[in-house]
């Protein structure tokens, strides 16, 4: 008889990047982990990550995240602290990265970090598959948010 465990299905948000999605238009998202140096975990646990300019680079059949700055943690010394925009190797299947890598540079989309959470003791980050918005999109987006916001109100009233 198997146990089952609710611990790997809870989910603890430890950053996002909201401004991937008003730049892009997310087609799909994909889970992966991510690889990390023991300062880097302390770091990211106590929330001290910055997702908005990050962005994903194929590399010999690997992805790697750039641009992501994870700060250094207080409590180590300087020595084995690591460099906070070092490039980070995503883990996920070789399929998967293939897929990935095809879809990319077929249709000319990019790979965004949208959030980092803890999922039971792992930490995962949500990556999506995204198209750049226009000008005009990013308007109307806000037009619609903005209608939104007006017609909640409306109803609280």
């Known amino acids: 008889m198997q146990k ?6 809870i989910k603890k ?4 990047n909201k401004y991937a999605r008003f730049q892009y238009e997310i087609l799909e998202t994909i889970e992966a982990g991510i690889e990390l140096l023991g300062t880097e975990v302390k770091s990211i646990r106590s929330g001290k990550v910055n997702l908005r300019d990050g962005y994903c680079s194929f590399n010999n059949n690997e992805i790697l995240l750039k641009n992501v700055h994870i700060s250094p943690h207080t409590n180590v010394g300087a020595f084995f602290n ?14 998967e990265i293939l ?8 249709k000319g989309l990019t790979i965004v970090p949208l959030s980092i959470y803890l999922k039971g003791s792992w930490i ?3 990556l999506g598959l995204g198209k ?11 037009k619609k948010k903005d209608i939104n916001k007006e017609i909640r109100s409306a109803l609280i009233r």
């Open 4 to 9: 089952s465990s609710k611990k790997n299905s």
């Open 13 to 16: 948000m430890l950053a996002q």
């Open 82 to 95: 690591h460099d906070p925009l070092r490039e980070r190797k995503i883990l996920i299947h070789k399929k």
């Open 99 to 106: 897929k990935l890598k095809a879809r990319a540079e077929k």
């Open 124 to 126: 995962k980050l949500n």
């Open 132 to 142: 750049g918005k226009k000008i005009y999109d990013k308007r109307q987006a806000d």
